[in-house]
């Protein structure tokens, strides 16, 4: 018999090719995706304000709906570890929006979120990812609150598993590779996100980020929105006692008032009535507002009514209308004489160009 073993030519791999089907994940790879979060995290406490490793389980209940979160040995995930699924959650509705298909798997850059965060690429930055995941994996969660029209009443986690796909030879992370739970991807199926304001990343208080992202969801294109401080400290899920948390919150509304940081809504405590108040930036009237909102270097145009974001769901039904209106900031060239009625044009056109998401 002759010798079998040919020599490779310079054209062949000595690597069988990958068969793995592409649709087994999806890659995180769009760049100036607008970042959203999922509306029942929004809604109910799922993660911690506290800058310590928070051990202690809580039940949160709102009429019907409950939801009891574990920990793990290390804690209940942060608030900023929330910052892993809200990239997750906004490349694939971009995706989604263009058309593309999505995997409940997702794969990215470890640099990329880092970037896309607001976060620091140095050592430190990708060692916070790492316990992030851990977190996130570990905290488990039992609820009826339901996504998509699915009624979730096993326990699960906020990721189903998490892999770390490369590592350079000083032991950065390169590549990873993280399951969404079926409680999130149902969320988003159903398009049941928001979109949030990029600043968002820019809050160093875990408390500043967890009080907007209540104020996006329950003031949303409302002129003003209250709520009572007891209610408010439930959501938020501190630990706090009232008067510690009001103090807290009192702190917020000082800095607030001093350098209008919290994105796109101002807050005011009335501390007779112990409520809260939230008003929109662009419906204040003074300060940096003057009755136009600026949207991350977009176009300045006068604040929408809120009449007209709600026509926007007619005309471009299943669209997240906050995105929308982000899309059509970034678009045009100078404010509109008429900006209500050419939102609603963009939004025609969008949906007669894309249809349904």
């Not at 995941?133 to 609150?145: A, C, K, P, V, Y």
């Not at 500043?208 to 104020?215: G, H, L, T």
């Not at 948390?245 to 501390?271: C, G």
Request: aromatic fraction near 8%; include cysteine; hydrophobic fraction near 35%.
């Amino acid at each position: 018999m002759g010798d079998n073993t040919n020599v490779l030519s310079d054209s062949r791999s000595p690597l069988l090719p990958d068969r793995r089907e592409q649709s087994d994940f999806f890659v995180c790879d769009i760049f100036d995706a607008a970042p959203k979060a999922d509306m029942a995290s929004m809604e109910h406490p799922i993660f911690s304000v506290s800058t310590k490793p928070d051990l202690k389980e809580r039940r949160y209940e709102n009429g019907q709906h409950w939801v009891a979160i574990k920990p793990s040995s290390e804690g209940l995930a942060t608030v900023h570890d929330r910052d892993i699924l809200i990239y997750c959650i906004s490349q694939i509705m971009a995706a989604i929006n263009d058309g593309r298909e999505v995997s409940q798997v997702v794969r990215f850059k470890a640099y990329d979120l880092l970037q896309a965060t607001n976060r620091g690429t140095d050592g430190r930055g990708y060692q916070q990812i790492r316990a992030a995941l851990s977190r996130l994996h570990g905290t488990r969660i039992e609820t009826n609150i339901t996504t998509n029209d699915l009624e979730v009443l096993d326990s699960f986690s906020l990721i189903d598993r998490f892999r770390i796909v490369q590592v350079t030879r000083e032991g950065r992370m390169l590549d990873l590779e993280v399951k969404l739970s079926d409680w999130v991807f149902n969320a988003i199926r159903a398009n049941e996100v928001l979109t949030i304001n990029r600043d968002y990343f820019r809050l160093r208080k875990p408390l500043e980020r967890r009080i907007y992202e209540i104020a996006r969801k329950h003031c949303g294109s409302q002129k003003s929105w209250r709520i009572g401080l007891e209610k408010l400290q439930n959501k938020v899920g501190s630990s706090s006692t009232l008067k510690e948390f009001r103090r807290l919150i009192r702190n917020i509304v000082e800095q607030d008032q001093m350098y209008e940081h919290l994105p796109d809504y101002a807050i005011r405590l009335e501390d007779e009535k112990d409520m809260v108040q939230f008003t929109r930036r662009g419906d204040l009237g003074k300060g940096k507002g003057q009755g136009v909102l600026p949207l991350n270097g977009m176009a300045s145009v006068p604040q929408l009514k809120g009449d007209t974001m709600q026509e926007a769901r007619g005309v471009a039904p299943g669209w997240d209308v906050y995105f929308l209106e982000q899309e059509w900031r970034s678009w045009i060239k100078e404010p509109p004489k008429f900006p209500d009625k050419a939102f609603l044009g963009f939004c025609r056109q969008w949906f007669a160009k894309k249809g349904r998401p």
